[in-house]
C-alpha cells in the first residue's frame, strides 16, 4: 500500500505549536524591517541564560552550528591548551549526525561508546574502558529528554580531566537532580528547530561557562569577526590604522540566527514548562492506557528515565518485545498505513549509517551490543502538545495493537 502523506496522518510525530502570538512576534520584526541579529537576539540569549543559570548563552542558525561552534573553540588557536589533531573524544554509538561530524571537520578522532538499553544513554562501564591518554573530551548526547547518571559521570571527567560538551538538542527543560541539563559541561548545545521542544522555526543555542570561550564562539559565529565582543577593544588598540568596525581576529563562519527566529523562539521559550507539563501528561496517559487494555502483552518496552531526572519528553520512545525483532519494520508500516507516523531512534547505531564506511570511521571488531539492540528493536511516536483526548486515545491504542496483530 502507498505510505499516506504526513498531513493525513492522524497521529504525526509532531504537531505545529505556534499560535497566533508566536507568528505575530516574528512578523512584528518584519514589519520593523530590523531582521538580522540585533536586539530580539540578545535578549533571547539573555532569558535562555537567566532560565537555565548558566553564565553564557549565543544564540545560533541551529543546534549543529551550536555543536560545531563548541568543537572548534576547543581547536581555536586563541586557547591556551588547544586540542590537536588526532586527540580523542569520546560519543554515544546512538547519535544525530551532526553530533558527531564536528569532530571529524576539526580534525579530532571519535571514539564510539555504547549506550544503555533501558536510558539510551551513554554506557558508563564501556565509557571508562573507551579513555586513553589520547582521550580529551566527551560529546554527551542527552537523548530525548532524559539523561545518564550526570554525579557518576562528572566524577569520570574531573578524575581524567576531560572536557564535557552536552548536547542538549532533544532535552530542553530536563533536570538532573533539579539542575537543568547543558549546566554541568563547558559549553552545551540545544536546538529550537520545528521538531523540539520549543521552536523558532530554525535555530538554536551554545552554552559556554567562560568569558574567553564566549569571545571566541562569537567571533566564529560571525566570520572571525571582533564586532561585539570583549576583545574588539583591545584590537582597536593595537590597531589604530585599520576601520575599527571592520576587524577580523580569527577564523570563522555566518552561523549568526536572525531577529525573526529569535522572536519567535522567546514566545516559544516563554511556553517551555507548560509544553512539558503537557507532553509528560499525554506520556502516561498514552502507557497507562496501554498497559491497562485487555490485549496489553509486553508488545513493548518504555523508555527508562534515569534516577534523580525530571524529563523533558522529546517522543514516545519504545523498544519492541524480541520476539518481533525481525517484524518490527513491518509492524512500524502498519502503524503508519493506519495514520500513526513514527520513526528510528534518533539516527539508529550510527556506525552502521553508510557514512562511516565512507569516511573509514569504523573500527574492525567493534562492538556495540546495547546499540544494535536500540536500532533493531527500537522505535518513537510522537508526544501532542495537547491533552489527547479519550476518543484519539482509543482509535491510538486499536491501532498499536493492530500493528502487532497483523504481523503474526
Not at 554509538?93 to 571537520?105: G, K, M
Not at 571527567?157 to 542538549?168: A, F, G, P, Q, R
Not at 541539563?181 to 520549543?198: A, N
Not at 536572525?258 to 514548562?273: E, R, V
Amino acid at each position: 500500500m502507498k505510505k499516506k502523506n504526513k498531513k493525513n496522518f492522524f497521529y504525526p510525530l509532531k504537531e505545529n505549536t505556534f499560535d497566533n502570538q508566536d507568528l505575530e512576534k516574528g512578523i512584528d520584526v518584519i514589519r520593523s524591517k530590523n531582521v538580522t541579529m540585533s536586539k530580539k537576539t540578545f535578549l533571547f540569549e539573555k532569558l535562555f541564560k537567566k532560565k537555565i543559570k548558566i553564565n553564557n548563552a549565543t544564540m545560533v542558525n541551529s543546534g549543529s552550528s551550536a555543536n560545531l561552534l563548541a568543537v572548534q573553540c576547543l581547536i581555536n588557536p586563541y586557547q591556551e591548551k588547544q586540542l590537536k589533531p588526532g586527540d580523542e573524544v569520546l560519543i554515544p554509538v546512538i547519535c544525530w549526525s551532526t553530533s558527531l561530524w564536528p569532530i571529524v571537520q576539526s580534525g579530532l578522532k571519535p571514539v564510539f561508546v555504547d549506550v544503555e538499553f533501558d536510558t539510551l544513554n551513554i554506557c558508563l562501564k564501556d565509557l571508562q574502558k573507551k579513555i586513553t591518554k589520547k582521550t580529551k573530551a566527551i560529546m554527551l548526547v542527552h537523548v530525548l529528554g532524559n539523561c545518564v547518571d550526570m554525579d557518576s559521570l562528572m566524577k569520570i571527567v574531573n578524575k581524567e580531566k576531560l572536557i564535557l560538551i552536552e548536547d542538549t538538542c532533544e532535552s530542553l527543560g530536563s533536570k538532573y537532580k533539579n539542575k537543568y541539563l547543558g549546566t554541568f559541561g563547558r559549553f552545551s548545545s540545544f536546538s529550537f528547530y520545528y521538531s523540539h521542544q520549543i521552536s523558532s522555526v530554525e535555530g538554536g543555542m551554545i552554552c559556554s561557562k567562560s568569558i574567553k570561550d564566549l569571545n571566541i564562539i562569537q567571533s566564529l559565529r560571525s566570520h572571525g569577526w571582533s564586532k561585539n565582543t570583549i576583545l574588539q577593544k583591545q584590537y582597536e588598540k593595537q590597531n589604530k590604522m585599520l576601520n575599527k568596525d571592520f576587524l577580523f581576529i580569527n577564523s570563522g563562519y555566518n552561523l549568526r540566527p536572525t531577529d525573526i527566529n529569535a522572536a519567535i523562539g522567546i514566545s516559544q521559550f516563554k511556553k517551555l514548562d507548560k509544553f512539558i507539563k503537557l507532553r509528560k501528561i499525554n506520556r502516561n496517559k498514552i502507557i497507562n492506557s496501554l498497559r491497562a487494555d485487555v490485549r496489553w502483552n509486553e508488545q513493548v518496552q518504555f523508555l527508562k528515565e534515569n534516577k534523580y531526572v525530571k524529563p523533558s519528553w522529546f517522543g514516545l520512545v519504545m523498544t519492541i518485545n524480541k520476539k518481533f525483532k525481525y517484524k518490527k519494520e513491518k509492524i512500524m508500516r502498519n502503524m503508519e498505513i493506519m495514520g500513526v507516523e513514527n520513526r528510528p531512534i534518533i539516527s539508529g547505531n550510527f556506525t552502521r549509517q553508510p557514512a562511516l564506511k565512507k569516511y573509514n570511521l569504523i573500527k574492525k571488531n567493534q562492538s556495540f551490543p546495547n546499540a544494535d539492540l536500540v536500532d533493531d528493536l527500537g522505535f518513537m511516536i510522537g508526544l501532542s502538545y495537547q491533552i489527547i483526548s479519550n476518543v484519539q486515545l482509543k482509535k491510538l491504542k486499536n491501532i498499536f495493537f493492530k500493528s502487532f496483530l497483523n504481523v503474526k
